[in-house]
């Protein structure tokens, strides 16, 4: 559940532009073209129809940037897609986390990314960004004074903590930011790591086009607070209006605060069903929370024939999915994205570029009634043993 309090995008003037079309579209003026209804588009609903197939259960896999992904560009999952060549782990590093929020998917990956520091050798320590601009303020203040080698963060974005990154880049401490994408501003992440929630976002509308075979109708019930999810947004509705005979009934933003709130979410999904009735087909979101409050209003005004679609295969979430209540989920390979974030600083500390982002090669797959875990558990190594090839890169790196 990567997502934050509203933050600039990539420069002032694309954060004013965002920002209009997102109030356009919560207020209900969606009426573009691109969204607006039409005939099926066969061919488009046929090669997500195949992309579905090879995703359930299996890896889907896109080469370069994913604000640029389209459904062409998504293959199958053949072989390693990371990287083969990196540096040579220094000795006794240091390592400081700061993840968003403890209690969340951050804190899961800072943990992994801390515990496969220390197999390395180094020491590692995790800190909790408090969910707030001022919470990160402060969590990178604790780091700097704890002088660490480098620092790596989840899911905070870069103009909600620019202070305290430069501050660490003045003292030659490197930053890696974890769920985060480049925001064009004057201080920006020394490397970054994406967790592939814009390649999951295309997945949830690739799933609706291939189910409703092109005629689906789909509210986005999202979180535009983080500039990696309006990235995330704007890829997956360019690639859903391309489904000529699907339509964007609504964007409804709302918080991470909001998420958390049951009787909020009760009441927002009361009102998307009284004022789009059985149009009312698909509900996109970005992350597991507040996804059962959802389905529990869904559920209560016998409207289960509405499907909710989420990403980041949190294990409440797989467990919804296994009992039907849930339609599908989506899941970039969880752990590479901490292996990454420990190869950037390995790189970085040992005096070498970091890796390009769209260079991660992270793939993801599709969770549905199928092939969800009951219990929520997946054992991701059984897909590609990520864990091993970075171990044995480092190991060979001279």
């Given at each position: 559940?990567?997502?934050?309090?509203?933050?600039?995008?990539?420069?002032?003037?694309?954060?004013?532009?965002?920002?209009?079309?997102?109030?356009?579209?919560?207020?209900?003026?969606?009426?573009?073209?691109?969204?607006?209804?039409?005939?099926?588009?066969?061919?488009?609903?046929?090669?997500?129809?195949?992309?579905?197939a090879k995703g359930t259960g299996g890896l889907l896999y896109f080469e370069g940037a994913e604000a640029d992904i389209t459904l062409d560009k998504i293959k199958e999952y053949q072989d390693w897609s990371g990287p083969t060549e990196s540096a040579k782990p220094v000795a006794g590093a240091k390592l400081s986390v700061i993840v968003c929020k403890i209690g969340t998917s951050c804190e899961e990956v800072g943990r992994k990314a801390a515990a496969i520091a220390q197999q390395i050798g180094w020491s590692a320590e995790v800190i909790d960004g408090q969910g707030t601009p001022e919470g990160f303020q402060k969590a990178f203040a604790t780091a700097a004074a704890r002088k660490p080698s480098a620092v790596i963060t989840v899911a905070i974005p870069e103009n909600q903590a620019a202070d305290g990154i430069r501050e660490l880049q003045r003292s030659k401490i490197p930053v890696v930011g974890v769920s985060a994408i480049k925001e064009g501003g004057s201080v920006g992440f020394d490397a970054n790591v994406s967790s592939r929630e814009t390649f999951q976002s295309v997945l949830q509308v690739t799933q609706?086009?291939?189910?409703?075979k092109g005629a689906a109708k789909a509210v986005f019930l999202w979180d535009v607070g983080y500039p990696h999810l309006v990235e995330a947004l704007d890829t997956s509705r360019r690639v859903f209006a391309a489904c000529t005979g699907c339509q964007v009934l609504e964007v409804r933003e709302r918080t991470l605060a909001q998420a958390g709130d049951p009787i909020e979410m009760q009441n927002i999904t009361t009102s998307l069903?009284?004022?789009?009735?059985?149009?009312?087909?698909?509900?996109?979101?970005?992350?597991?929370?507040?996804v059962e409050s959802v389905i529990a209003a869904l559920q209560a005004a016998g409207r289960t024939d509405v499907k909710v679609l989420s990403k980041n295969a949190e294990p409440e979430r797989l467990g919804s999915v296994a009992k039907g209540d849930q339609f599908a989920d989506f899941g970039a390979v969880r752990g590479w994205n901490a292996y990454a974030a420990i190869d950037q600083v390995v790189r970085l500390l040992a005096g070498q570029p970091a890796l390009p982002d769209a260079e991660q090669g992270i793939p993801a797959t599709i969770f549905r009634q199928s092939n969800a875990p009951g219990d929520g558990k997946v054992d991701w190594n059984s897909y590609v043993d990520f864990a091993e090839r970075y171990t044995r890169m480092w190991s060979a790196a001279k």
């Open positions: 559940m990567f997502t934050f309090p509203r933050a600039l995008r990539r420069s002032a003037a694309a954060a004013l532009g965002a920002a209009l079309l997102l109030a356009a579209t919560a207020c209900g003026d969606d009426s573009s073209s691109a969204d607006g209804p039409g005939p099926v588009d066969d061919a488009y609903t046929a090669k997500a129809a195949d992309l579905v609706a086009i291939a189910e409703s069903i009284q004022k789009y009735g059985n149009d009312l087909q698909y509900i996109f979101t970005p992350y597991g929370n507040g």
